[in-house]
């Protein structure tokens, strides 16, 4: 019932900037935390960034520290990821998930067990 879909991917020259727009429907919708994962070809998935949903507080991974922010808007029920000072490295596709259940057990935002996920939308940064 609940669906996330990423917008905002595309090709963008190193150096540059993308925003990435993660939308949640559903009838209801409630979520803990959402966050924003990249996987890129033959590579695991890592964690990127994530916000909770109340309090509006931020975590990064080290690699995108400074040069990513992640906001949400409440009433639209979505997630943005901005992204400054692009790399080549940064290239993958871009994933957006929620967090619903109330988590019982914290070990950090990036281990923890995401409930929904979007298709993910591709983003490629040329030298």
């Known amino acids: 019932q609940v669906q996330l879909v990423e917008s905002g991917g595309g090709l963008v020259q190193a150096g540059g900037s993308l925003r990435l727009s993660c939308a949640a429907s559903g009838r209801t919708f409630s979520s803990i935390a959402m966050g924003w994962f990249r996987q890129a070809p033959g590579k695991e998935r890592e964690f990127v960034a994530v916000i909770t949903w109340n309090a509006g507080r931020t975590y990064y991974a080290d690699s995108v520290k400074g040069r990513f922010t992640i906001s949400r808007d409440n009433a639209k029920n979505t997630v943005y990821l901005q992204m400054n000072s692009l790399k080549p490295e940064d290239t993958a596709v871009y994933y957006c998930?929620?967090?619903?259940?109330?988590?019982?057990?914290?070990?950090?935002?990036?281990?923890?067990?995401?409930?929904?996920w979007g298709q993910g939308t591709q983003v490629t940064v040329s030298s």
């Open positions: 998930a929620a967090r619903v259940d109330v988590i019982v057990v914290f070990t950090s935002w990036a281990k923890l067990q995401y409930d929904y």
